[in-house]
């Protein structure tokens, strides 16, 4: 049973907690008084307020064994309005959608010559489309992701490489001075793995894995991100394969990431680019094959090491690194299936996210969504 609250004060608290669960999958008041353990009667209080805000509505009638006819409750996707903001090394992305996680306005966009002329016309942009004639529904928040490292908690984007004309400075500030909205920073790989739990429902614990010019992790543990104490944790790319390797940038030496990243497998395979490195490799080319199964190598390390730490059940590769699942699934699978302890006794699932385009984006206003159900989605 799901717990409820049961004072009148958290009547609100409630409301969250039922459209929560009705965003989930549609559910009678029947349904709903059951995984509540509130009364009929108050459950329809609550859910009369909610259709009368706009915010729910009745769908359709089913037929129950009893013989009782009950109506399913529905989200109203055009109750509001979530805000994802992309900034990335290959510049920025905004997608609005409606409450049902429908995409309802895009835009891809160039970086201006410093962050606060990106800033302002990101802003410029998101209002237009607020204030198009059929987007009337109220935004309920704005998330931004970004590459890491950023202090998610001040809304600060530190020193990601790759994206110095951001560096240090404070994102969610200049959002908020300029929209009336709770506004959100998180680390990219942090709302690529939650939307991915949350649009396959995906069960148990999960490692997240994508390369760009890094090697980012995200680790979701009992349906919650692991971030560690300051937020920091997870860094998987930051962990040693060669002890006696150069200094990385993080001051660590022969981190995974200097070995597997996507630039460093592009110069391995002497290719132009990674579409080109993956071409070449799906026609055969011998070098682009064996650069990608030395990249393959050392994230079997890092899953293997991920494995032996905790055990996640999905282990998921998201990014640039979905183009090369034809290469790198079998081989993290055999890997596992020879070095990780507990392979022989449980199963695990390595598979490729299924985000697709705009994934970035649209993870970043999924995790608005979800800021706004649950308040906070750490450990
Ligand atoms: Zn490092």
Redesign the pocket.
Known sequence: MIKAHNSAIMRESNQRLIVDMIRKKPLSRADLSRAMGLSRAAVTILTDSLIEQGIIMNGDVVKSESGRRPTLLHLNPNAFISIGIDLSRDGCEILLTDFSGNEIFGKKMDFLESAEKTVALICEEISLALTNGSNSATPLGICICAPGPIDSEKGMILNPSGLSLFHNYNVKHAFSSRFALPVYLEKDTNVLALAEKNRNNVQGDMLFLLADHGIGCSIIKNGHLFTGRDGMGG?L??TTVDINGPT?????VG?A??YASIPATVQKAGASSWNDLICRAENGDQKAMTALREQGKILSVLCINAVNLFEPLNIVLGGELTNADFVLKEMIENALDRAAFSRKVHQFHVYSSCLGKNARAYAAAMTALEYYFNGGMHL
């Open positions: 860094e790319g930051h990385c940038a993080c001051g660590n981190c990431e200097l």
